[in-house]
């Protein structure tokens, strides 16, 4: 099974700092992509890569900026955080055909609190 | 119009029960589409893939009604452990997937 892997599963922050979320899968998946879900609000895309060192904004990116120097990583960064950056943050990989995407695997989130 | 609309529920059934819930679609060039479980405080895992016109696994049946696009999500001798938030969402070719905001169903003893 595809595993995809977030570094923290808890966080609590100071607003300002600067904050990293991580993201490793293990399937040579091409896509990774970076949500925030809140509740009544569903889930929202930030940012996404298809590929090394490329990525696209999603929905919200303002407050956030992406990394991905390797195929297996894809890192989210909160430049400084703020207290409406107070989050569950998902991080997903998938391999896409034709057909368009085989599914998303998630990771097992990361709930952000910023204080 | 949303992508995607689902009744956000709850849906309150008890043990046994067949339930049936609706995920409506714009986009009519969807291809294929999927069903998302999701429990609380827990992410999204994928629990089923609709290619065609349906598909059946145990006790879960998704159908697909293209002219009227919608997707249902049927599940008969519900258990307690069924009792979760249910995402549809379409797969649309070279796009990102959608998530719907989830219908969310608890199954009482």
């Known amino acids: 099974d595809v595993k995809v892997t977030q570094s923290s599963r808890y966080l609590v922050k100071r607003t300002g700092e600067k904050v990293f979320l991580e993201c490793v899968q293990d399937m040579d998946h091409e896509n990774m992509f970076w949500y925030r879900q809140d509740p009544g609000l569903g889930l929202r895309l930030i940012y996404f890569?298809?590929?090394?060192?490329?990525?696209e904004k999603g929905d919200i990116p303002e407050g956030y900026s992406v990394s991905r120097e390797k195929k297996e990583r894809f890192s989210l960064i909160l430049e400084s955080a703020s207290t409406n950056q107070t989050s569950m943050y998902l991080c997903a990989s998938s391999l896409e055909g034709a057909q368009g995407h085989y599914g998303y695997t998630f990771g097992s989130g990361t709930r952000l609190t910023v204080v | 119009r949303k992508e995607v609309e689902q009744d956000p529920g709850p849906f309150n059934v008890p043990e046994g029960a067949t339930v049936a819930f609706n995920c409506t679609y714009s986009n009519s060039a969807s291809q294929s589409f999927f069903w998302y479980r999701q429990d609380c405080r827990k992410e999204p895992k994928l629990l089923m893939s609709?290619?065609?016109s349906g598909n059946e696994d145990g006790r879960f049946t998704a159908q697909l009604n293209r002219a009227s696009q919608y997707i249902s999500l049927l599940i008969r001798d519900s258990k307690l452990s069924d009792s979760a938030t249910y995402l549809c969402?379409?797969?649309?070719?070279?796009?990102?997937?959608?998530f719907g905001g989830g219908t969310r169903l608890m199954v009482k003893p």
């Open positions: 609709v290619y065609s």
């Open positions: 890569s298809y590929d090394v060192k490329m990525k």
């Open positions: 969402v379409p797969n649309n070719a070279g796009n990102m997937l959608t």
